[in-house]
């Protein structure tokens, strides 16, 4: 059964060719808004039970463009959208406020203020760090915060090479400690 669509992972810069994403401008090069409206409308016309995941600019990491200028679907309440989290974004010096202010102006607005559904599409960890600690603890706080583990799978595209972010090990069957 497939309940939606994420219609593109991780928008960001193609330094290739000098085109960098924006958010309604209007530019049929760069604006993700309008590409991602059109997509979620063709796609609802096939079937409007679909939900429609979008994610934000930079890596699924910038929600600031949509605050102002959210996306309208043809169709009401089939928008969801999609954020990246990973341990990177933040370093180990930020104590759990910074933590969550951080996460709560640059993406999870959309929470605090109830305004979208907000799907955590990946996130993830490779070892019991001071982020992994403070992103349970954000959930416990957040249950309207909807999320998939980035990834199951133990091993990357070649069975010899270790997904260390895995929730399993190489085996497929032994869970990381």
Request: without cysteine; charged residues 25%.
């Given at each position: 059964m497939v309940v939606g669509n994420d219609l593109r992972n991780e928008i960001r810069d193609d330094n290739v060719n000098n085109l960098y994403p924006t958010w309604g401008d209007g530019n049929v090069e760069t604006d993700w808004k309008m590409a991602a409206t059109i997509a979620g409308n063709k796609i609802l016309k096939i079937n409007p039970d679909l939900l429609i995941i979008v994610e934000g600019l930079n890596y699924a990491m910038?929600?600031?463009?949509?605050?102002?200028?959210?996306?309208?679907?043809?169709?009401?309440?089939?928008?969801?959208?999609?954020s990246h989290w990973y341990s990177w974004d933040l370093d180990d010096s930020y104590t759990y406020d910074d933590f969550k202010q951080y996460y709560d102006y640059w993406v999870a607005w959309m929470l605090v203020n109830d305004s979208y559904p907000l799907w955590l599409g990946e996130f993830g960890t490779d070892t019991s760090n001071t982020y992994w600690n403070y992103l349970i603890r954000y959930f416990a706080e957040?249950?309207?915060?909807?999320?998939?583990?980035?990834?199951?799978?133990?091993?990357?595209?070649?069975?010899?090479?270790?997904?260390?972010?895995?929730?399993?090990?190489?085996?497929?069957?032994?869970?990381?400690?």
């Open positions: 910038d929600f600031d463009p949509i605050y102002s200028f959210p996306l309208e679907l043809s169709i009401p309440n089939r928008l969801v959208y999609s957040n249950p309207n915060l909807n999320w998939a583990y980035w990834a199951y799978n133990g091993y990357k595209s070649d069975p010899s090479e270790d997904e260390t972010y895995g929730i399993v090990d190489i085996d497929m069957v032994t869970v990381r400690d």
